[in-house]
């Protein structure tokens, strides 16, 4: 007995030294993205008891691979609604795996919501689709920002994010700050600064800064002087009345392949 | 007063013969049978993984090998250190060893590191495995993208498979598997040392396991207060106090997903994982030293 208190008094001594430095250590392994996932009542629905018990019993990661590959089978039957349940359970599960964020709002915010837009047979008024489709693209959007929230240094994540803006949203002043924050991140594609020229240049009000943006790119170089981008810019250098002397596209002194020169 | 007679007297000769004897049993035991069933999971989900995963093979791969490796090493930690004890018991090696110059404190340690040796073993065995499986999968993506893209495109994608499939930080997430794996089975010969049945060390080690992996929750409810009721939160408090946080151990899941592992954060880790390792021996020396064989 005596031996048992003994033993229950150093565990207790040496559980209140440890306590303090299990918090430290949760919150550095936190700041540096690790122990983020959360494990909500939908997030144990999807998985079953079982499941549940597994994800808390380190396997965490292996339950969202499962969860990832019955999203594929709801996939493959149209379930959308299904197949956003689980995605949204794996997501919660895997947070720091951007293909889980990229891939759940393309299905969603592509995929699902086109299908809504074409599915006539089950909703014959198109205002409703129309409804439909849009919830999709929310949902989508709201997985690529909540994605964001783990990975905020995701370059892939924000070029996404991007493009849903552009192609889904129509809202370029969006698309174009989103691109941006794409361009400034580690890994970032090439093309992402002259994605957000070209969305800026879409903005109302907004020509003379699209017109700096996608001047800058061009003075940097052959590599950047894309048809897209000096198209852009004579437009803008005729809309802005930009003075001969000062467009670059006119310049005598520009190097030679500009269509200038040409 | 001999000096083998001493509780704490160490001789790292005495303790290495009995920790290499420990692991000449536990291998003859056959243990190393598991990793055939190790095998059969890594290739059959490298083959599962081509047919049925939804756009995320090598990471599905990569999930799978590593969470079969974390299991697989605290199984044989938790199975071979259960039983240590128990059968030395059975068949009076213990008393043979014990009458010789050899104190308690040394047996137990050869024993530990016995296991230690083993589990040593097994998890470079499973990550040289582990890798080679991988290695052919990359082999076949790559294969498979020089099929369907043009050799423009073909260098930045096949760079982004490498990246996906090997990253250096594989290699001190396993670490921490074994050090997770160590410390499992410190605690189970704790446990071995207060039971009388390895039935029950087994079974008590199952359930602090699965209670080590919730156990940063009720820290963090007991440490944020709340509104819980008296007896839940002495319970709660209870919890956080007597069990490790095995949670903390387990950061392959975001390392195979590109996450970085800071140094100094693998360090406090490991040197945590140490701690408790250390603290949790001195504790089963300590019910060992006394207790009536």
Known sequence: MRKALCILGLLAGFGCLKTAAEHYLLTVQRSAGFQLATLSGQTRTQLGQTGFVAALSGFRALMADLLWIRAGSAFDRTEWPRMQMLLHAATQLQPRAVVFWEMAHFHMAYDASHSMRLNVRQQPAAALRRVAELEYVQIGEDFLKAGLVFNPESATLWQRLGELY?????????????????????????????????????????????????????????????????????????????PEAERVYTTPSAPSGTPASR | MNQAQNPLSLSLRRIWALAHNTFLELVRLKVFYFLLLFAFLIIGSSLFTVQFSFQNPLQVLKDVGLGAMSIFSWLLGLLCTANLLPKDMEDRTLYTILAKPVSRFEYLQGKLYGVFLLLGLSVLLMSLLFAGV??????????????????????????????????????????????????????????STLATSSVFTVLTSVVVYLIGHVQGIAREAWLAGGQASPLLKVLIAGMALAFPDLQLFNVVDEIAVGTALPALLFWQVAGFGGMYILVYFLLAQLVFSTREL
């Open chain 1, 166 to 242: 552009s192609r889904r949203r129509d809202d370029p002043a969006r698309a174009s700050a989103a691109y941006a924050e794409a361009a400034r991140k580690p890994g970032a594609l090439g093309f992402l600064r002259r994605m957000a020229a070209y969305e800026l240049a879409k903005v109302p009000g907004k020509d003379r800064e699209a017109y700096e943006q996608l001047r800058s790119l061009y003075l940097e170089g052959e590599p950047q002087r894309l048809p897209n981008l000096v198209r852009l810019l004579r437009q803008l250098e005729e809309k802005l009345a930009v």
């Open chain 2, 134 to 191: 991988l290695a052919i999968r990359e082999q076949q993506e790559i294969a498979e993208l020089a099929r369907n893209l043009s050799a423009e495109n073909l260098p930045a994608a096949v760079a982004e498979i490498r990246a996906a499939t090997f990253q250096m930080n594989l290699l001190p997430g396993v670490v921490l598997i074994l050090l997770k794996a160590m410390l499992c089975s410190t605690l189970t010969l704790l446990l």
